[in-house]
């Protein structure tokens, strides 16, 4: 038996017990929680909707496609594998989609190849921009972004420069 399958009901029987120790309704408690994630959700979802629809038409437009052909000079210039371009491209919008776009790479290349780790330091150092301002700002009610978005589109951007060098200084390509 494997110590991560009893992670979670050992923390579960912690939290009853303790809520037991400190006299506290540990039943109730668990309802009134899940009654207040029904609240959370309704504000959450027409975000979350929205932003799906967004990505999809995004990706259903064949941009990336145009982008890609008039970015791939550029690619070849620096020497960088144009693999990893849609990762670059999907990161701050979806990080599921990067996930198996990262996954395609290794399949094809190998994760220790130059796209492998390329695409794995680009995972790390860069987040779902989109998903996360779509998220956080639309749970609090936020409408007006302000600099927020072009902050971490910017960020997102660095981190893609910086996992270039990183890459090619630490690994030598």
């Not at 975000?47 to 052909?69: E, P, R």
């Not at 290349?109 to 780790?117: A, E, K, L, V």
């Amino acid at each position: 038996m494997q110590i991560t399958n009893i992670i979670i009901p050992i923390l579960v029987l912690f939290i009853i017990v303790y809520g037991i120790y400190k006299h506290v309704n540990v039943y109730d408690e668990f309802i009134d929680g899940t009654l207040e994630s029904f609240d959370m959700i309704r504000h959450i979802f027409p975000c979350l909707l929205a932003m799906i629809l967004g990505v999809n038409i995004f990706l259903k437009s064949g941009l990336i496609d145009l982008i890609y052909y008039i970015i791939k000079p550029l690619f070849i210039l620096i020497k960088v594998p144009i693999d990893v371009f849609p990762m670059m491209i999907m990161r701050s919008i979806s990080g599921t989609s990067t996930l198996a776009i990262l996954n395609n790479i290794f399949d094809l290349f190998g994760p220790d190849s130059y796209s492998g780790r390329l695409g794995s330091v680009i995972q790390g150092a860069t987040d779902t921009t989109f998903y996360v301002i779509t998220l956080y700002f639309g749970s609090i009610g936020v409408k007006k972004i302000r600099y927020a978005l072009w902050a971490g589109l910017f960020a997102d951007l660095i981190g893609i420069i910086a996992s270039v060098i990183v890459v090619k200084i630490y690994f030598g390509y």
